[in-house]
């Protein structure tokens, strides 16, 4: 079963979030899931631009948990609008 959402730490151990998101989109999984990534260094405009995915969110650390929830729930209604725009 796939995930409803990724939730990723910038800081990760195998290169960070930037190796996680290649191995995804190496393995070909990334387009059917939406990503939520938290960043302490980077804005996350800018990590989401250098990343080149336009369904991630960034959001910075530390965070509020209704921050977390806001951005997840955006994250997956974004999701669901790339999909049905391509269905």
Not at 37 to 53: C, I, K, N, Q, V
Request: hydrophobic fraction near 45%; glycine fraction near 6%; charge should be negative.
């Amino acid at each position: 079963r796939r995930p409803d959402v990724l939730l990723i730490d910038e800081d990760l151990n195998w290169g960070g979030a930037e190796g996680v998101l290649a191995r995804l989109v190496e393995e070909a999984s990334l387009p059917y899931v939406p990503v939520v990534m938290a960043t302490g260094d980077r804005a996350p405009g800018e990590l989401s631009a250098a990343l080149g995915l336009p369904a991630t969110h960034c959001f910075r650390k530390p965070f509020r948990m209704h921050r977390l929830v806001e951005c997840i729930e955006s994250a997956v209604l974004r999701f669901q609008r790339q999909v049905a725009l391509t269905s």
